[in-house]
């Protein structure tokens, strides 16, 4: 199955170029559940999408074994697209479930990118502080550390 959007084609899980021109809207692994804009009680919870790119201590996923696609990503590169994929979820084009599930180079992608604060061990400080900030419900912007660049949207 095939979608596509200014920033890419996503197809069977991977993104390919951005020449398509079509556009619809998928609806196949649609996970993502409304939640409201509150604090939350209990062990905070979020959604994740990394886009490695070159120069990262590990360049390599499950996605991407061997680092040939992430080692060819620079971390501008990395950035527009985030950026862009972000902007597909904000339209509707995508959800993030969706996203994370096609395109994440986190190995959370295999749970549609969900951590809980117990995951947060191995992340950077910064990751935390923004997954802090952010409202239940909420969506990150791109946000760059040692370990590529990140979109979070908090559900706990």
């Known amino acids: 199955m095939d979608k596509s959007s200014a920033h890419g084609t996503y197809l069977n899980g991977k993104v390919e170029s951005a020449s398509s021109s079509k556009r619809g809207r998928d609806t196949v692994g649609d996970t993502e559940k409304p939640v409201k804009k509150e604090k939350a009680d209990g062990p905070m919870k979020v959604k994740h999408v990394l886009l490695k790119f070159s120069g990262v201590a590990d360049p390599v996923s499950d996605r991407d074994p061997k680092g040939k696609e992430i080692k060819a990503r620079s971390k501008a590169d990395a950035i527009r697209l985030m950026k862009g994929y972000l902007r597909d979820v904000k339209h509707g084009e995508i959800t ?14 295999k749970v549609f990118g969900e951590m809980t604060t117990d995951e947060f061990a191995n992340m950077p400080s910064s990751f935390k502080r923004i997954a802090e900030k952010l409202a239940v419900g909420s969506r990150s912007e791109a946000f760059d550390t040692e370990m590529g660049v990140h979109a979070l949207l908090r559900i706990s």
Not at 97 to 106: E, F, H, K, M
């Open 96 to 109: 993030f479930d969706q996203l994370t599930a096609r395109v994440s180079d986190s190995q959370s992608y």
